[in-house]
């Protein structure tokens, strides 16, 4: 299983712009890249998944580089409620243990 | 659409005593499951898994075992807990389309062990 680094924790304010990155340097081919969201006492919450270059939606955006070795997650203009720990997953998409393993996550607080 | 419920919601259990979390899915067939524990502060540490009925595989060695009765059905059992057991207990389905794949988790169960 490709192994995930991501900084423990982050400060930001409200209406910044956030970037998350995580390190995944020995991602296999047919791995994707998945970021999850978790709120104290809450199961976490899918926010996005790609495979390569840049995917977006209504809430962050992911950029991959060519080599797929790293990838950023983008939360435009943080709110209070953005304050959550969030995790960088690498994974296959097929069934079963391959699928997802959550690391340690990033602590994300937002400040006033 | 489909859910995901746990419960207990909540639980405090004595040292030594018999445990089981039971978790249900709704609105999807032969699911895989999974049951993920997390201490205080800590990230998920899966424990184990299921592709189908009766298929259960462990990730970590410990005094937790899992079963799996039913299609949609996934339950997590022991018959003594540790205080190293205390926790809280997530239960997810994995949803996979030709774009990828996405865990959906239950509400969870926090577990006290005193």
């Known amino acids: 299983l490709a192994k995930t680094t991501q900084p423990i924790s982050m400060d930001s304010y409200e209406g910044q712009e956030v970037n998350i990155t995580c390190s995944h340097n020995n991602i296999a081919t047919n791995d994707y890249i998945t970021w999850y969201q978790q709120f104290p006492s809450q199961g976490p919450r899918f926010i996005i998944q790609g495979y390569k270059t840049k995917v977006t939606n209504e809430v962050a955006s992911l950029f991959i580089p060519a080599d797929r070795k790293s990838s950023t997650l983008s939360l435009p203009r943080v709110s209070l409620s953005d304050t959550a720990v969030y995790y960088c997953?690498?994974?296959?998409?097929?069934?079963?243990?391959?699928?997802?393993?959550f690391g340690s996550g990033t602590r994300l607080q937002v400040q006033p | 659409s489909q859910t995901i419920h746990q419960w207990p919601a909540t639980l405090v259990q004595p040292v030594g005593s018999p445990l089981s979390l039971e978790c249900t899915v709704e609105g999807t067939s032969n699911p895989n499951l999974y049951w993920y524990r997390q201490a205080a502060g800590r990230g998920l540490q899966l424990l184990f898994y299921s592709v189908g009925i009766g298929q259960i595989s462990s990730e970590v060695p410990q005094n937790l075992s899992a079963s799996r009765p039913q299609d949609r059905q996934f339950i997590l059992s022991s018959k003594k807990l540790l205080l190293s057991d205390s926790g809280f207990y997530l239960c997810?389905?994995?949803?996979?389309?030709?774009?990828?794949?996405?865990?959906?988790f239950g509400p969870g169960t926090r577990l006290t062990v005193l």
């Open positions: 997953l690498v994974g296959e998409a097929g069934t079963g243990r391959r699928a997802l393993t």
């Open positions: 997810a389905w994995l949803h996979q389309d030709r774009v990828g794949n996405e865990q959906f």
